[in-house]
């Protein structure tokens, strides 16, 4: 059977928050839009084309009260932003953050569409995000000094599956297994992924597992699926320093190199796990309580399973605290951002001393870092391809499911690394032919594939 996370336990310990950047000025969807800007420039776009690239096709905004077990109903609202449905259905997660905002869901779509066409799979980029609306929080909670915002963090099961239901519902119009079809994201997770394929399936009155991937694997998930997102990091990193060292820009190989990663949930722990096994030193993880160092190497397993036991890094005693923010500036081999989006700015990039930098989340770096850690000479795995191996398995597990035919871990992981290998060097060659950045090669990758069906279908007339 399927192994579930225990959302209530793991957020129950994540309720101590410690801030990683000053994340306020950050605004992701001109981040996302001055990135397609720049890399559109290598491009001969027809304008239509690249007009219709720059805003998304649709965007569903969702209201809905949502019943606490205290018996009280919370405002909560929510968007689903489908970007482009060139190239295939609409695909990407939903996340539940309390500072989730329409911009950011349409910036995530946008990025979904890049990251799905550079791994070559036929979808479109979508995301879904829901909050608390404060604004519309009944007057007794504003009046409570004491009052906690609890989604999600402090939320039951039960709590969390009136919101997944509720929200599936409102977007039950635009969602399907030919239309779009979500997945797990920041604080979703394949027991979420289960209750919206049982909601949708009992809408439409048959079982559609193809509804959404990121599904437990009793219900028609992937084998491989949970651990996807950290092994394609961790397979386009091993390729980065093949690379580097081929190059002779780095003159140790995987058992010389260390690693600090920011974010230790679905993505972050998975490539500790793999790094760790392969002989990296990780010296230090963090997550939302805190970061954590040890200059020799830190007990991933052990960390790991103080993590599944509803505890925090914080908990693991055989290491040293350090400021959060300082983990993204050690002397490491590889840096992994594995946990919100822009972390890594103008005002801190110069310090970042990393010889790689493997994007597992999305956004970390804005693009005035990106310069600057261009001019440093760091090597960066950008987002759209570090962090695209959950997608891609995705991609295989509603394969596998349109098919009802499932396949083994064995080929599952073979097909993720033959995708990642292919990208990681289409996006190398792409670098050499434009002589740009790596993350200017991927979206001049991503770009032109989906500028081709956009042609191909007659958009540009
Ligand atoms: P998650 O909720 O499982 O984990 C997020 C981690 O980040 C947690 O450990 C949390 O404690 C930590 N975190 C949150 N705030 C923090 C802070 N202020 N300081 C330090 N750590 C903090 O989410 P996830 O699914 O692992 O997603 C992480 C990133 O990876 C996101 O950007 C997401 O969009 C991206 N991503 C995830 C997937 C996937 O399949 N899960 C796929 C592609 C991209």
Redesign the pocket.
């Known amino acids: 059977m399927f192994k579930l996370k225990s959302i209530v336990i793991k957020i129950a310990s994540?309720k101590n928050?410690?801030?990683?950047a000053d994340r306020s000025n950050f605004d992701f969807f001109k981040a996302s839009l001055d990135l397609y800007k720049n890399a559109a420039r290598y491009l001969n776009i027809p304008d239509r084309i690249y007009l219709s690239l720059q805003r998304p096709e649709r965007v569903l905004k969702v209201r809905m009260p949502v019943k606490m077990d205290s018996g009280d109903y919370l405002p909560f609202q929510g968007w689903r932003s489908q970007h482009c449905s060139w190239r295939g259905p609409l695909k990407g997660?939903i996340?539940f953050h309390p500072d989730t905002t329409r911009n950011e869901v349409i910036a995530l779509s946008m990025l979904m569409t890049w990251k799905c066409a550079l791994v070559d799979i036929p979808y479109g980029g979508a995301k879904g995000g829901v909050n608390l609306d404060l604004e519309a929080l009944p007057e007794k909670y504003r009046q409570d000094k004491n009052w906690k915002n609890p989604f999600p963090y402090l939320m039951s099961k039960r709590e969390l599956k009136n919101l997944t239901d509720n929200f599936t519902e409102k977007i039950f119009p635009i969602i399907g297994p030919k239309i779009d079809i979500p997945?797990?994201?920041?604080?979703t997770n394949s027991e979420i992924m289960g209750w919206i394929m049982n909601k949708y399936s009992s809408m439409v009155g048959y079982t559609e597992p193809s509804v959404v991937t990121?599904k437990p694997l009793g219900l028609g998930g992937s084998a491989g699926r949970d651990k996807?997102?950290g092994q394609g990091c961790f397979i386009t990193t091993k390729e980065a320093m093949k690379y580097l060292s081929k190059n002779r820009e780095l003159k140790y190989g995987l058992d010389k190199a260390t690693c600090a990663i920011?974010?230790?949930?679905?993505?972050?722990s998975v490539v500790a796990e793999l790094l760790d096994k392969a002989g990296f030193k990780i010296v230090a993880v963090?997550?939302?309580s805190g970061a954590i160092y040890n200059a020799r190497g830190l007990d991933i397993p052990k960390i790991a399973d103080i993590k599944s036991k509803g505890l925090s890094v914080s908990d693991f005693k055989e290491a040293e605290k350090i400021n959060?923010e300082e983990l993204l500036f050690l002397p490491v081999t590889v840096l992994v951002p594995?946990?919100?989006?822009g972390v890594i700015t103008q005002n801190n990039a110069h310090k970042v001393q990393a010889k790689i930098l493997a994007e597992?989340?999305?956004g970390p770096t804005t693009p005035e870092a990106n310069k600057i850690l261009e001019e440093k000479g760091i090597f960066v795995i950008p987002d759209i391809l570090a962090?695209a191996g959950?997608v891609v398995v995705s991609y295989f597990e509603w394969v596998q499911g349109l098919e009802q035919f499932y396949w083994g871990l064995d080929q599952v992981e073979k097909e993720l690394e033959t995708k990642m290998r292919k990208a990681f060097n289409e996006v190398i060659a792409t670098a050499s032919k434009y002589n740009v950045s790596n993350r200017t090669a991927a979206f001049i990758t991503a770009i032109n594939r989906v500028m081709e069906a956009g042609v191909a279908r007659g958009k540009a007339l």
């Open positions: 994540e928050k410690t801030t990683i997660g996340r997945a797990p994201d920041v604080n990121g996807a997102t920011q974010g230790f949930g679905n993505a972050g963090s997550d939302r959060p594995a946990a919100l989006e597992a989340a999305n962090n959950g």
